[in-house]
């Protein structure tokens, strides 16, 4: 069925949707989910994402918007179409699991199942709860289980409505470290075997990179970049994203010239060179060092891009700095460094051993030299805060 | 012995009639939101807090035959609602609705909004959502309504005298029996039948304690 | 969450409410509280007494009303009613509003007045008693004289801080009465805190039974017998107030049964219970007409 506006979008039995609306809260949001792909969306709290979320499985309203499913139209406002939340096949694992209390595990899953005859809903209950690793635990009362298998319960009652669409909202984030990571590994194996879209809402970026394949960065109610995780996270297009990712080590700049191999920026008071850029010169940047790019004069360093110190004759994008902090994290050392002439500071962290014949006490100077092709540039935008 | 039966079935009957519409009321008003919704639950407030004598007098003054709403009564029931049996379960109901709603609304407003979130897309539609999801969870509260209204009723003086006028078989209840017991000295009697109602109220009360107990166990 | 084993739920115990409905239902059929508006039988030689009518009658007939109903069931055997006590001036009004009461034996001639007023009876009231004063000391520091005035007199004056009771003279004929009797022997009105009205006669009486007043006036009729052996009775002379004249009125839609009480009551046969009872004779070929 072609929708009423825009163009059918190729992907057609995955998930696209377009929201938009100007209150209770601002909505600018486009995104689309193939069948078998993980999409996450990513923002900071109030940013909307939970309500985009509920507008997918038809629980909230939207002042305009298209939902196309599996095939099927959910929403259409312009004909003023929408299928109401209980005849969509959503499956939907809540941030507090949501499991009702009065029924037992296998009535949980069962009560879900209105599309099978009754004969069919136990054996198929059972088969859900298998593959969740939860058999055997069907007559429990979900007020006696932990939440790891509360929330793996809430999976399979999401799945066993034999959903069009899998929405996950922060579902881990109720659980603590070590379950989570257990829960991660099972997620993506069983994701294997889900021909359907799925969509993570979350802030923790973690499981961002563990689970999902494509990402949709939202603040504020807008989307403000998406596209694969790799790319997102790596290449961010403004400063506000950057932030949002958690990225550190951002840094106001201005373009002095640029060729066709590398170009130059003032940072502060020195000069760093980075790669090629299209933009006019005197244009304002925000320079984005990840920490891969950093490599710490005298330093050990094991990593693959040691292989490029013999290419760093020239003493190019070399910052003195002196230490502020050092931090040990398990078997890396979390090191701020103050960057006199920039003036910030940079953050990195390094394994140990690297940096262990070096001064680290807090005033002790250090030189650190940054990658050029490693930098990332981003134009800055004037609607940023 | 009479006076006790008229007691318990205008209790029973007032229970049976009131709950499932303190069920609707009560349920909308914790759901929903809307500007005046302070105002509804204010006036349903009311009978709660006005004496007796004042609701019966606006009970009698609107249920007489000669007024309106009285006269269409009659037309309905064959007979006046004043001093009858029938007249009595009005009185009764109005008196009681805060008893019911109160419960029932704070029951409701309990719940956590992802329940319905969950049986909504579990695949419920509204009926089987309140049936399998709301009214199991919210039942301590339907139940406490419940008992609150009978004990409430099998006590209920002022307006029943008012509006039912103490009539032996038709509407002398056993509290209106008592005070007339009290007023012929016939302390014995009265003491019976006080024992009577005592009993029974701290049964209903009981019942009230024990759903509400088991709703303690049951949240989330 | 919820706890191991199943809780109550509607549908477990909704079955069991059903049923409960249901018994109360059958047990609501069996009585028969329709019957409140008697049948309109014309036959008054057929005394069909099958049906007990409702009678409003004043609380001050209370005490009397057993040995009564003995007695006129010595003559009309099978007449049984249902009586509800009350103040006449609150049963006349319940009256007015639709109130299934056949009868009114009132204490106060007002009340009938104000049933008169109406179209609901057309009969001329009768007389039947008349009402006497009675005033009911607690017998501790009680003085010698048999005369009601002088022993009132005397309480209040020597104790300062003796109280007397009496029923509420703006609505209870008997009220008003004793309101005379102080008017009459210059107590009134007393000083502040020294007067407790009661609501009604009843509980007039109950406020020197129980200890909270030393003196009362109240209907004879209400302390003819029974009494605690510490209190003492003494008649008040009823030339001290206004007479409380005892009528009665029956109204149209009355049942042969109310009917025949009625005539029975006003009748000279009745005057014996009444006089026992603690009431006055009915001033002779003076039943009011209004």
Redesign the interface.
Known sequence: MKPATGQHDSACDGLLVRLQQASPIPLDIELQCKRGELHAICGPSGSGKSSVLRIIAGLRRVERGLIHCGGKRWLDTASKHCTPAHRRRIGLVFQDYALFPHLSVRRNLMLAMNHLPRHRRMPRAEAILARVNMQGFGDRQPGTLSGGQRQRVALARALARDPDVLLLDEPFSAVDQQTRRRLYRELAGLRRSLDIPMILVTHDLQEVQQLADSLTIIHRGRTRQHGSVDSVVRFPDDHLTARLLGHQNLFRATLIASTTHKSRFAVGETILSGPPCELPPGHPVTLLIPPSAIHVQGAVDARAHAAHTAKLSEPENRLDGRVRDSLALGDDLSLRLWLEKVPKSLRFRMPRQSLQHLDLTPGAALQVQVLPEAVHVMGVIDSET | MSEFWLSLKIAAWTTALLVPFALYVGRWLAMSRFRGRAWIEAALLLPLVLPPTVVGYYLLVTLSPTAPLGALATQLFGTPLVFSFEGLIVASLIVNIPFAVQPIQQAFSAMPPDMREAAQVSGLGRLRTFWWIELPLCWSGVFGAAALVFAHTLGEFGVVLMVGGNIEGVTRTLSIAIYDDVQAFDMRAAGASSLALVVFSMLALAAVRFATARSIKSAP | ????GA?????R?LPWGLL??FL?AV??AG????D??PAEESTITDMAFDVAP?IAVA?SL??VWPALTVAWQAELPDLTV?????ASHTLAR?MQ?????EMLLSADAEAIALLQATELTSTAPADYATGRLALVQRSAGSSATADALERLTQQLGDDSHSRLAIPDPQHAPYGQAARDVLVQAALWPLAPGRLVVGE?A??T?QFVYSGAVDAALVPLSLVVQ?VPTDIAIHVVDAALHEPLTHRLVVLDSASPATRALAVWLADTSARAEFTDAGFGPVPSGDTARE
């Open positions: 969450m919820a706890p191991a809780p109550l739920y509607p549908h115990t409960l409905l109360v047990l609501r009585n028969t509280h329709a409140t508006r409702a609380s209370r005490a249902r009586p509800t006590f009350g319940q509003r639709g109130a299934p009461f009604n009843a509980q009486l029974r």
